[in-house]
Nanobody
């Protein structure tokens, strides 16, 4: 069982930055691929980024490549999402998720989900 708690969301102007954190409980955090997803009002939840157990493999949605960076600290049971050059279209609730798969870029590959943190980017 893994419990996930996101933090770091907020209101930022376009072009600004935020760093999201996701703290995980459980001793097996380091064995999970961790992902970030987002859901904007009236839209489907979409994949943002994922990082493998060791951090050696990272994946990004095309819409965030070059602007967002995912990382993890297994000693702290925490995964991060550094978001730079934010745009109004990045406004969404951001969710952290854990997957037992080696690589997972769709939500059906994830077993555990956090409650989400709101990110709002003003123009």
């Amino acid at each position: 069982q893994v419990q996930l708690v996101e933090s770091g969301g907020g209101l930022v102007q376009a072009g600004g930055s935020l760093r999201l954190s996701c703290a995980a409980s459980g001793r097996t955090f380091s064995s999970y691929t961790m992902g970030w997803f987002r859901q904007a009002p009236g839209k489907e939840r979409e994949f943002v980024s994922a990082i493998s157990w060791t951090g050696a493999i990272t994946d990004y949605a095309d819409s965030v490549k070059g602007r967002f960076t995912i990382s993890r600290d297994n000693a702290k049971n925490t995964v991060y999402l550094q978001m730079n050059s934010l745009k109004p279209e990045d406004t969404a609730v951001y969710y952290c998720a854990a997957s037992p798969r080696v690589r997972a870029t769709t939500d059906y590959g994830y077993n555990y989900w956090g409650q989400g943190t709101q990110v709002t980017v003003s123009s």
